[in-house]
């Protein structure tokens, strides 16, 4: 975090005329934004900060992207094995993120509505790292029971779903 409040604090600095901004923790962003609006005009995009500064906001509806990964994960296992049961992990990229906070909740909410048959069992946050996703899917296979899909909201993670599911 306090790296993407130096990478703002230096480009404030330099007296752009503008500064697009990606937020990762809402809370910690909040201020230095609201300072850098005095001098720059603040675009937004996709996760949002405790600040009045921004001039525009560009968003994905990231809730109803998990839902349509839910939707995703339950063809996908459908697909196999006939219809769309059995134990499904979620791991999140990382803590604090807004826009993968509401994926998450996008794809619970629709996991509970539409299928009943599908099994959260567990939930895991990692910390941003290819590595992490890798331990954490190996984990969940070895020690749990061997989940029939995930649902990981970044590409890196992917590497350990990949990884963990050669034991399909």
Do not use: C, W
Not at 14 to 30: D, M, T, W
Not at 68 to 75: E, I, R, T
Not at 77 to 84: D, H, L, S, V
Not at 95 to 114: C, I
């Amino acid at each position: 975090m306090n790296g993407q409040v130096s990478v703002l604090e230096n480009a404030v600095s330099e007296k752009p005329r503008g500064n697009r901004h990606f937020a990762n923790l809402i809370s910690a962003l909040g201020k230095p934004i609201d300072e850098a609006a005095k001098t720059a005009i603040i675009i937004g995009i996709d996760s949002a900060a405790d600040s009045k500064g921004f001039t525009a906001f560009l968003q994905t509806d990231n809730v109803q992207g998990g839902r349509v990964a839910a939707d995703g994960l339950a063809a996908a296992i459908e697909k196999p094995y006939g219809k769309a049961e059995g134990d499904v992990a979620l791991i999140n990229f990382l803590p604090g993120v807004g826009s993968l906070q509401a994926r998450d909740k996008g794809f619970k909410e629709q996991l509970a509505a539409k299928y009943p048959d599908l099994k959260l069992i567990t939930e895991k946050v990692a910390d941003g790292q290819a590595v992490t996703g890798l331990n954490i899917m190996t984990d969940l296979i070895t020690r749990i029971s061997q989940p029939k899909r995930s649902f990981l909201g970044r590409p890196l993670h992917r590497t350990g779903r990949r990884t963990g599911s050669l034991r399909e």
